[in-house]
């Protein structure tokens, strides 16, 4: 749950980008590094100096179990970039503050331009479907002359 109460809000806009957001971004399978990144965050060195072999050992075994695992999502360098692209400030990722730290992506961040997104969609989906229902009613109407049409020259033989 996140705060989200009206009585707290102040200068709301409805200016989230939807389809000009969601189209930059690039979902990908990746594997996790999980070695690099325990030696990045310093859990390696730490559990290098475990006494006990067998708990050493499980570490080991999980990192290369996380290694071999294809996960799904963004990278946060393209979503931060993307959102960067089009003027628009994304809370979802967080950008490193020192040499110590490193991108996180909030994916629940993303459900508020793919609201936007699909509400953009919708839009596009009901005037497309307003076109199509005109042209079909201009269609009839066009059969509807060619019939009369046909049926005066039938009869004029």
């Known amino acids: 749950q996140n705060l989200s109460d009206g009585r707290f809000k102040r200068d709301v806009r409805d200016d989230v980008p939807g389809l000009a957001f969601i189209k930059r971004l690039r ?11 325990d030696r990045f965050l310093g859990i390696a060195s730490r559990m290098a100096k475990l006494e006990d072999p067998v708990a050493r050992q499980q570490y080991l075994d999980r990192v290369q179990e996380v290694s071999r695992q294809v996960l799904t999502g963004f990278v946060a360098q393209e979503v931060e970039q993307s959102a960067k692209d089009i003027g628009f400030q994304f809370d979802g990722v967080h950008h490193p503050v020192d040499e110590h730290d490193h991108y996180t992506l909030g994916y629940a961040s993303f459900v508020v331009p793919l609201v936007k997104a699909v509400r953009e969609q919708q839009t596009i989906i009901e005037a497309l479907r307003h076109e199509l229902d005109a042209a079909a009613a201009e269609r009839a109407e066009l059969l509807r002359r060619l019939e009369r049409i046909e049926a005066n020259t039938k009869h004029q033989e």
């Open 27 to 37: 979902p990908v399978t990746y594997t996790l590094d999980a070695a690099e990144l």
